[in-house]
């Protein structure tokens, strides 16, 4: 092979290289922070009430099932599960819905809050063949303070927010919010505590 053609080979493998780099970014594949768990913490009361009202969908499942392996399809799943389950359902609080403060439930009716919001997607991801052990509800602190709920999908390119104020799905570490804490791979019955240094601020009255 003369010099010249040597030459271009070397600058094709580059260019490919390149370009397949570019497309493992572009699914959140490329140098992503995982979350980070510390502890077991106490679950919360709208999931404890959850799992008493459906003990089938909290029976311990394996976390071997996960993470999920991170490929254009997988990532079109979660874009699009998002988008039309907040697209369907409207936010309404669980004081004005169902007059009690905290209340866990799919929103089959078309109304729910932000728990109701990420249980629906849950529900429907694990439908279309996703492991519930990647499939995690998670708590977390909006800038302002106020608590806030999402559903992270574990993948092996990252760990995945699917939000009802956000209609992309972004990588935990790309959200404004404070990780607070986060279901078990095994069972909704079960949390942990998130080790999440980034800061919350609180809107002066």
């Not at 570019?22 to 510390?38: C, R, V, Y």
């Not at 760990?159 to 959200?175: I, K």
Request: with cysteine; proline share 3%.
């Amino acid at each position: 092979m003369t010099k010249r053609l040597m030459g271009l080979a070397a600058v094709c493998a580059a260019l490919c290289l390149g370009a397949a780099g570019q497309a493992a970014g572009e699914q959140g594949g490329h140098g992503f922070q995982p979350i980070a768990m510390k502890s077991n913490t106490k679950t919360p009361v709208g999931a404890r009430q959850f799992c008493v009202e459906r003990p089938g969908e909290c029976q311990d499942v394996s976390a071997g099932d996960g993470p999920v392996r991170l490929t254009i399809a997988s990532r079109r799943e979660l874009d699009a599960v998002n988008r039309s389950v907040n697209d369907a359902v409207t936010a309404v609080t669980d004081q004005d819905y169902y007059g009690q403060r905290e209340v866990w439930t799919y929103p089959d009716r078309g109304f729910g809050d932000c728990e109701d919001f990420a249980l629906e997607k849950r529900r429907e991801l694990i439908r279309q063949g996703w492991p519930a052990s990647a499939l995690r509800m998670a708590l977390v602190r909006q800038r302002n303070g106020e608590a806030h709920a999402v559903l992270v999908a574990n993948t092996d390119g990252g760990d995945f927010v699917l939000d009802n104020l956000e209609a992309d799905v972004l990588d935990w570490s790309q959200t404004s919010y404070k990780f607070v804490k986060i279901s078990s791979p095994q069972t909704l019955n079960r949390w942990i505590e998130i080790e999440d240094e980034r800061v919350v601020w609180v809107a002066s009255k």
